[in-house]
């Protein structure tokens, strides 16, 4: 069965620290996608990241950057000198690529604060 | 280019009331899903269909939820009759073909009192 861990249930940094929000996911397939989501205080739910399981290169866009590692079933995001805006609550989500199936399982997500 | 858009944004019923939530899906997406956010559960798949038709309903919390699909534009998430545990947020997201990113709605946010 799939499952995602998102073991930080709350983080709160000073405004320009990095911050990393860490996830582990748990799948028996051996082609499955993860994502990153943000919810912002507003409530709506915005899409981050794609990455499928056999692509393991690391990602960076902008001030994000994404750190796959299959070996030890992580997807870990990291914001570099976070900013206030960045205060969200932040999913990683998992879904098997099966026939027909599309669900993805969100983990429980991460409450991250930035303080100016 | 408009997202999925679901009305009402809110909505406060008395229990034993019909509650009927709306979503229009972006246009050409093949796949819609309804999922529940509460502080308690988290995000919850409920129901998804694929070309209109319901694929996995096994999230739908018991009978008093259905969920239908008459046209690739429009879907609809029913509760009758509703209670106070079903007080919560409900998204609707679209996607084009299967894993790919869902975009979702902005949410109504259900209170049966």
């Known amino acids: 069965a799939q499952k995602v861990t998102q073991a930080q249930t709350e983080i709160s940094v000073v405004e320009k620290e990095d911050v990393t929000l860490d996830c582990v996911y748990e799948t028996r397939d051996t082609t499955y996608y993860l994502f990153w989501y943000k919810q912002p205080p507003s409530g709506e739910l915005v899409f981050l990241i794609r990455r499928n399981s056999f692509d393991e290169q690391n990602e960076i866009s902008g001030r994000y950057s994404w750190n796959f590692q299959k070996s030890t079933s992580s997807f870990n995001f990291t914001i570099t000198a976070s900013q206030v805006v960045d205060s969200a609550v932040y999913f990683c989500a998992l879904s098997e690529s099966r026939s027909s199936a599309s669900k993805i399982i969100f983990g429980s997500g991460t409450r991250l604060s930035i303080r100016p | 280019d408009a997202g999925v858009i679901q009305s009402p944004r809110h909505e406060v019923t008395e229990m034993g009331q019909e509650v009927t939530l709306r979503c229009k899906p972006i246009s050409g997406h093949d796949y819609l899903f309804w999922y529940r956010q509460t502080m308690m559960r988290g995000l919850e798949l409920l129901i998804y269909?694929?070309?209109?038709?319901?694929?996995?309903d096994s999230g739908m919390p018991e009978d008093r939820f259905s969920a239908k699909m008459p046209n690739a534009s429009f879907s609809t998430l029913k509760i009758q009759p509703s209670e106070p545990r079903d007080s919560a947020v409900y998204f609707c997201?679209?996607?084009?073909?299967?894993?790919?990113?869902?975009?979702f709605g902005d949410g109504t946010r259900l209170s049966i009192l």
């Open positions: 269909f694929n070309n209109n038709v319901p694929i996995d």
């Open positions: 997201a679209s996607s084009y073909g299967g894993n790919q990113p869902q975009h």
